[in-house]
């Protein structure tokens, strides 16, 4: 029988902002963050230079895929999350900035961290305390240590506790 191998995370927290923040002007931009429709999908692909196979992640049972966007500019996409509601944590199957939100040239800093601490907001509405957790890549565990206080429980799997993730929500989500 062929064992599921997870998938392991790769995405860099450039910056712990509050909301997300313009990396020219150093603006903060309140953000929202709501499902990814099939009628949106259609723009996210590697045509538009996004990494990830987001139309076959919208369609796995028992996954919710959430877009970021602007308050007041939903129609451009900042960065996708994929999630799944776990028995007592909420697990992270895949994370990404849109293509212009990488590299040295990036429009805006602090997606990431948006999508994690959304992550962690999420878990609290499923009554699962804000654990969160997730797979690195072997060179980022010491990154999510650093940037988002998670801990290296074994091996690759990270998890966010409790405390880690209020910090987090208060950072991102201050009302």
Partial sequence: MKRKQSSQLDFIVDKL?????????GDSFPT??????SEEIKGVN??????FDWHNEINRSKREVFKLTI?????????????????DHIYMHLIESA????????????VPGNLVAFACQ???QHA?????????KTALINHYIDTLGAINVSGHL???NTKTALDLIQRYFQN
Wanted: net charge positive; aromatic share 12%; hydrophobic share 35%.
């Fill in 17 to 25: 902002t509050n909301s997300i923040e313009n990396a020219r002007s």
């Fill in 32 to 37: 929202s963050i709501s499902l990814l429709t």
């Fill in 46 to 51: 590697k045509k538009s230079e996004w990494r």
């Fill in 71 to 87: 308050a007041n500019n939903p129609k451009i996409i900042q960065g996708i999350i994929s999630l799944e509601v776990k028995p």
């Fill in 99 to 110: 293509p212009f939100n990488i590299g040295r040239d990036k429009t805006y800093f602090g």
């Fill in 122 to 124: 999420y878990s609290f």
């Fill in 128 to 136: 699962n305390d804000g654990y969160v957790s997730f797979i690195a």
């Fill in 158 to 160: 990270m998890v966010i």
